[in-house]
């Protein structure tokens, strides 16, 4: 992404970036939560259910899936890349996602790790061998297709394997039940999820010219790994209440309070670092051309503090799957009916506030549930005193240093100035905040 911004032209970028969000949002609709569902179930139970379906099963899903693919090269055309390759591209994808989820159900991590390293360096080296050799987007998508192919081909062969030594389990009824009951829910969930990451750029790229959507997209992107760090919080706590479910309520309060408190030592730093910094940090990663995406990722960014807290792990553990995909699908509704009346009113930075809007309506949604179910109420579920304060504490310093060196004539001095105090303050926090939380021997 970084290279790319600086090696192309916004518009090459941004028929670039078109590309890999219609592919993403597609391919989400195509396979329609078949990879979430089966990485659910064990081999044996999959080789079964599979055994159920009729072969117009099979033929309806090949066509919905050839379907997908057949709007995702109408919608490339104008990025001047073939209908061929977009077709068999998605198509290839679709395909490796479903090996892939039946290799993970099965455990064969290591296949799928070695197929994917080797991947990712065919990916590098083509990205650069075709900027060097003279850009051209079907050259590249024709040859990025090629390393799908010959993955799908490494993973097919080992999943062939081991499909031949499945004994199918023999299914009731309940579970067959069970099965498309689990597979309705999460293809909703991470259908609404995804369409909510990417419908923005998706719209953007269908309406706008390629040149604006490449300034969008850099501007209203995720913080890479913060989603590691919060997921891996939020499977430790569902570990921790599966072992005690007698006190579910006041323990699922009593960890997700002081796993907030935690979380947030890292999360509010780093969102007033990169909203003060904003600006310093495109200038070095960017160049000028991208400035317009300041303001954008600074509107993304409102989002963040919320990432304090997982607002769904009780839901989750409360098996209120239904809530949950509720409170997604109505984020969704309200983000995409803001999204043209504040593009009108204030450009490309009042789509990203129509996402902001409705995510900070969904964890009020979610906030009423939990303390309606538990009976825990909100100062028992939210340290606000603590975050209050520690905005503050954050807040204030990194401001203050913005301030005062701002006008810098190098752009990176100012950047790492803001990185080292930034660093330093979750440090000291997280090291307070974690002696504060251990039990007195």
């Not at 998706?202 to 209203?220: E, P, Q």
């Not at 670092?273 to 000028?288: C, T």
């Not at 240093?401 to 990185?419: D, K, N, Q």
């Not at 080292?420 to 926090?429: Q, T, Y």
């Amino acid at each position: 992404m970084v290279a790319y911004s600086r090696l192309l032209t916004q518009e090459q970028y941004g028929h670039y970036q078109n590309f890999w969000v219609r592919m993403l949002l597609l391919l989400t609709i195509v396979t329609i939560g078949l990879p979430a569902t089966l990485i659910t179930w064990s081999p044996d139970v999959i080789k079964a259910y599979a055994a159920r379906l009729r072969k117009n099963h099979y033929l309806l899903f090949g066509c919905w899936v050839l379907a997908g693919a057949i709007v995702f090269a109408v919608l490339e055309r104008r990025a001047a890349v073939s209908v061929l390759v977009s077709c068999s591209l998605l198509l290839l994808y679709a395909i490796y996602t479903i090996q892939e989820a039946l290799l993970f159900a099965a455990k064969k991590f290591m296949t799928v790790s070695v197929a994917n390293v080797l991947f990712f360096i065919w990916f590098v080296l083509v990205h650069f061998w075709v900027v060097r050799t003279g850009f051209e987007l079907n050259r590249l998508f024709l040859l990025v297709g090629a390393g799908v192919m010959l993955r799908s081909v490494i993973i097919g062969r080992e999943l062939s394997r081991l499909w031949n030594s499945v004994r199918p389990a023999i299914l009731s009824e309940e579970t067959v039940l069970s099965i498309r009951s689990l597979w309705m829910h999460l293809g909703l969930y991470d259908l609404t999820i995804v369409v909510f990451r990417w419908v923005d750029k998706f719209m953007i790229s269908v309406f706008l010219s390629a040149g604006i959507s490449a300034i969008y997209f850099n501007g209203s992107q995720d913080i890479p790994f913060l989603p590691l760090l919060l997921g891996a919080v939020s499977s430790s706590v569902l570990v921790q209440l599966a072992d005690r479910k007698e006190q579910a309520p006041l323990l699922a309060a009593g960890l997700l309070y002081r796993a907030g408190r935690l979380l947030s030592c890292i999360v509010l730093p780093l969102f007033f670092f990169l909203f003060f910094f904003a600006r310093e940090l495109f200038l070095v990663a960017f160049s000028e051309k991208y400035l317009p995406s300041v303001i954008i990722f600074q509107v993304s960014l409102l989002v963040l503090p919320l990432r304090s807290y997982n607002y769904t792990a009780i839901l989750q553990h409360l098996r209120r799957g239904d809530i949950i995909n509720k409170g997604a699908v109505g984020d969704l509704i309200i983000a995409c009916a803001l999204m043209y009346p504040l593009y009108l009113a204030l450009g490309l930075p009042g789509v990203a506030l129509s996402f902001i809007i409705s995510t900070w309506l969904q964890v009020a949604y979610y906030l009423f549930h939990i303390c309606r179910l538990t009976g825990v109420s909100l100062t028992a579920l939210l340290p606000l005193g603590n975050w209050l304060l520690k905005l503050l504490l954050f807040g204030g310093p990194l401001f203050a240093l913005h301030r005062l060196i701002r006008h810098h004539p190098e752009p990176l001095t100012v950047l790492i100035s803001g990185a080292v105090l930034c660093a330093f303050l979750v440090l000291v926090s997280f090291i307070h905040e974690w002696r504060a939380q251990r039990p007195v021997a």
